[in-house]
C-alpha cells in the first residue's frame, strides 16, 4: 500500500484499512483541531518526532483496555488502602501534558511545541481532557486523552510518584464507567499497559466501536 500525502488546505484522510503493516497511513497535513477530530473519529493519529514532518498512524489491531476490564494487581490494591488516593480531572491540563513531555525528554518524546498547542486547543474546545491522581494529598501522577463520544483515546502518562499513572488510570476508568464509555484507546501495546488488562481487538471490532461510540 502507498503512503498517502496529505494537503494542509483539504481536510481529509484516505481510508484507514490503507494503512501499512506498521500502522502508518499518511504524512503531512496539519494539526488542526478539525483534522484532529476527524483523524480520531475514523481510528487515525498523529505520532512523530518534534520538528519533522507530521505522520499519521492507524494500526489494523488496537490495543484496547475496556473501563470495566481493567487490572488491579494484589500490589497495587495494598497501595491504594495504604494511601489516600484521590482523582481531579482538569486540574492543569497543559501542565499535565508537558509533564508527560518532560517524562520522555531524553529517551525521546512525539510531544513537541506543535502537539502541546494542538491538544491544548482540543481541550479547550471540550474534545480532551486530564486526569491527575493524588497521593495523600500531593500530585502522584496522571493522564491526558482525547474525549469524542463515549471513545477515550489515551495519549500520555506521566508519574512522580511510583503508582502515579496506575492510580490514575485505575480512577479514571470507574469514572468512565459511570458516563457508559465502551474503552480506552492505547494506540500502540506496551507491557505496563497489558498488565493493566489491555488487550487486542480486530480492525472490524474496532470499527464497530468507533460507530457505537460516536452514535
Avoid at 25 to 51: C, H, Q, V
Avoid at 87 to 99: A, E, S, V
Amino acid at each position: 500500500m502507498p503512503i498517502f500525502r496529505l494537503k494542509k488546505e483539504e481536510i481529509s484522510f484516505p481510508n484507514p484499512r490503507y494503512a501499512q503493516e506498521d500502522g502508518l497511513l499518511a504524512l503531512g497535513g496539519d494539526l488542526s483541531t478539525e483534522r484532529l477530530l476527524l483523524a480520531y473519529m475514523n481510528g487515525i493519529f498523529p505520532w512523530f518526532n518534534p520538528g519533522e514532518e507530521i505522520m499519521w498512524w492507524c494500526p489494523k489491531k488496537r490495543f484496547l483496555i475496556f473501563p470495566e476490564e481493567v487490572h488491579i494487581s494484589r500490589s497495587m490494591k495494598k497501595y491504594m488502602k495504604k494511601h489516600e488516593i484521590t482523582l481531579m480531572l482538569n486540574r492543569d491540563f497543559k501542565d499535565t501534558m508537558h509533564r508527560c513531555r518532560m517524562m520522555r525528554e531524553e529517551e525521546g518524546t512525539w510531544i513537541g511545541d506543535e502537539m502541546e498547542k494542538a491538544y491544548f486547543e482540543l481541550y479547550q474546545k471540550g474534545f480532551a481532557f486530564s486526569a491527575e491522581a493524588y497521593e495523600d494529598g500531593e500530585l502522584a501522577g496522571g493522564l491526558y486523552g482525547v474525549s469524542i463520544g463515549k471513545c477515550f483515546f489515551g495519549e500520555s502518562m506521566f508519574s512522580d510518584k511510583e503508582n502515579g499513572s496506575k492510580a490514575a488510570l485505575i480512577l479514571l476508568s470507574k469514572i468512565l464507567m459511570q458516563y457508559h464509555f465502551l474503552f480506552i484507546d492505547c494506540q500502540f501495546h506496551t507491557e505496563h499497559l497489558e498488565h493493566m488488562g489491555g488487550r487486542f481487538v480486530s480492525w472490524e471490532t474496532y470499527e464497530k466501536l468507533l460507530k457505537e461510540g460516536f452514535g
